[in-house]
Nanobody
């Protein structure tokens, strides 16, 4: 069973940048499509970005398109989320997730079987 651990969150001013990392152990990371989600207080879990198992394909939510970049290093069993031009509305707990069931990159949290514990990102205005 794959285990996921996020890191890199913190407090940043609006317009700043952060790079989140998600390290995987167990399972076969290089075969899993990965996703990043976020959840703000009182809100549901929102899909942010997804990447194919090979890293050749990435997709983004409209709200982060052009500001965030998802990438992965299969040799290091790690997926990243580079976040630039951060806004206060980006404040949330960010989670990485692995689709261990098939090769699809999905928007729905229910399609991802493995989750990290989350890392807090706070953007001050």
């Amino acid at each position: 069973q794959v285990q996921l651990v996020e890191s890199g969150g913190g407090l940043v001013q609006a317009g700043g940048s952060l790079r989140l990392s998600c390290a995987a152990s167990g399972g076969t990371f290089s075969s899993y499509p990965m996703g990043w989600f976020r959840q703000a207080p009182g809100q549901g879990r929102e899909w942010v970005a997804g990447i194919s198992w090979s890293g050749s394909s990435a997709v983004y939510a409209d709200s982060v398109e052009g500001r965030f970049t998802i990438s992965r290093d299969n040799a290091k069993n790690t997926v990243y989320l580079e976040m630039n031009s951060l806004k206060p509305e980006d404040t949330a707990v960010y989670y990485c997730a692995a689709n261990t069931r098939d090769s699809g990159v999905y928007y729905s949290p229910s399609r991802y079987a493995a989750w990290g514990q989350g890392t807090q990102v706070t953007v001050s205005s």
